[in-house]
């Protein structure tokens, strides 16, 4: 039987292609993926759904952040966001994987700038990846699934 692993997400990652649109609360889903099972919970990233966060976070094995890389006004803002729930003594021994969205626009930060402007280069004591992607085009999941169960 399949182990299975708690991954909490700020954006939409499922195993069908389909239409994005930004999360508002939450959604679940099961995804089976070689030899693990995960629950993956959605969490809309708005404002006024950030104080609800910390309730995903109990047996989380892995946090996905994904990213609007064509959108650099709001990368201090998750910048932020980011490094303050990386803080949550429940996701301690969390890895993290960060996605770099939208690689398909010509404005898009590779996923290089983008780890710089998140300071990812500043996480200490865990694992992290990041990866470009592009959602429309189903570009860049499978190499991050992979990088999630070969880590945990």
């Known amino acids: 039987m399949p182990e299975k692993r708690?991954?909490?997400?700020?954006?939409?990652?499922?195993?069908?292609?389909?239409e994005t649109k930004p999360t508002i609360g939450s959604n679940v889903e099961e995804v089976s993926y070689?030899?693990?099972?995960?629950?993956?919970?959605?969490?809309g990233?708005?404002?006024?759904?950030?104080r609800s966060w910390s309730t995903y976070y109990v047996q989380t094995d892995a946090v996905i952040v994904v990213i609007d890389s064509a959108d650099v006004t709001r990368?201090?803002?998750?910048?932020?966001?980011?490094?303050?729930?990386?803080?949550?003594?429940?996701l301690a021994r969390a890895h993290i994987l960060v996605l770099a969205n939208k690689q398909d626009l010509p404005e898009a930060l590779n996923a290089a700038d983008v780890s710089l402007?998140?300071?990812?280069?500043?996480?200490?004591?865990?694992?992290?990846?990041?990866?470009?992607?592009s959602a429309i085009k189903g570009e860049g999941l499978g190499e991050a699934l992979e990088w999630i169960v070969n880590n945990l």
Do not use: Y
């Open 117 to 133: 402007q998140l300071g990812l280069q500043n996480l200490r004591g865990r694992k992290w990846q990041i990866n470009g992607c």
């Open 6 to 18: 708690h991954c909490s997400t700020a954006s939409n990652l499922t195993k069908d292609q389909v």
């Open 45 to 50: 990233g708005q404002e006024s759904l950030r």
């Open 75 to 90: 990368l201090p803002i998750m910048k932020e966001q980011l490094h303050q729930m990386l803080q949550h003594e429940d």
């Open 34 to 43: 070689k030899n693990l099972d995960f629950v993956i919970w959605d969490i």
